[in-house]
């Protein structure tokens, strides 16, 4: 939900109608200013509130989500966001190309999932597993990694856990593009299927009637 464009349609909306409501109030029912005043602000934050809550609901049936499991959504949202914000600082502190490209392509796969729920919230429960254990593993790992690489001495037991690690994450990668096939698996499931008829539609015989063209070829 495109929640600064709500709020430009809410300001839009509230603002004219409190100007109105004072007007009205001061000049037509002759009231105070300073009651006129408190009238309009308080008509214009229930016109405010009220576009929100019609807003929200018409955003919920769309996405087929109650309330309740949309703040759960917005909740573990925020959540991921942070963590993704800790996998960001640790790619600028790694210094292996190796381990840099590495880390480049996670945080696209990450990212790209995120946005995906961020736009469609009701693809969440599609990606419960990354948001619940994938993407934690791989920020744990990634910062052990940074914090590993970091150390000005390096004996085989430490560079055997870097490689380790980078191999670790190595797999959690295919993990993630599994996730995000998840998260798209209707998309290409629907896809497949207009292919299908696409390509049916093109192996379907001609219709057996000659066109004027043909049937004088014919005679």
């Known amino acids: 939900m495109n929640s600064f464009f709500s709020f430009i349609t809410r300001t839009l909306v509230a603002v004219p109608a409190t100007v109105l409501i004072w007007l009205i109030s001061f000049l037509g029912f002759k009231q105070t200013f300073m009651l006129s005043s408190v009238t309009a602000i308080l008509?214009?934050?229930?016109?405010?509130?009220?576009?929100?809550w019609i807003s929200i609901s018409k955003y919920l049936?769309?996405?087929?989500?109650?309330?309740?499991?949309?703040?759960?959504?917005?909740?573990?949202?925020?959540?991921?966001?942070?963590?993704?914000?800790r996998m960001q600082r640790v790619f600028f502190h790694v210094r292996n190309i190796g381990?840099?490209?590495?880390?480049?392509?996670?945080?696209r796969l990450v990212k790209?999932?995120?946005?995906?729920?961020?736009k469609e919230p009701r693809r969440f429960y599609q990606a419960e597993k990354f948001f619940f254990y994938h993407l934690d593993s791989?920020?744990?790992?990634?910062?052990?990694?940074?914090?590993?690489?970091?150390?000005?001495?390096?004996?085989?037991?430490?560079?055997?856990s870097l490689k380790?690690?980078?191999?670790?994450?190595?797999?959690?990668?295919?993990?993630?593009?599994n996730d995000l096939y998840d998260v798209l698996s209707?998309?290409?499931?629907?896809?497949?299927?207009?292919?299908?008829?696409?390509?049916h539609t093109l192996q379907t015989p001609k219709d057996p009637l000659l066109d004027d063209d043909e049937r004088r070829s014919a005679k």
């Open 43 to 52: 008509g214009g934050a229930i016109l405010y509130f009220a576009v929100k």
């Open 61 to 85: 049936k769309k996405q087929q989500l109650s309330r309740k499991e949309f703040a759960y959504i917005v909740k573990n949202l925020k959540e991921a966001k942070k963590k993704i914000g």
């Open 99 to 107: 381990a840099f490209k590495q880390m480049l392509d996670l945080i």
């Open 112 to 118: 790209r999932i995120y946005a995906i729920i961020r």
């Open 138 to 160: 791989i920020v744990e790992l990634s910062e052990k990694y940074a914090f590993l690489a970091a150390q000005p001495v390096k004996n085989n037991e430490l560079l055997f």
């Open 164 to 177: 380790d690690t980078r191999n670790t994450l190595k797999e959690l990668k295919s993990t993630i593009e």
């Open 186 to 199: 209707k998309d290409i499931d629907h896809l497949e299927f207009e292919l299908n008829v696409a390509k």
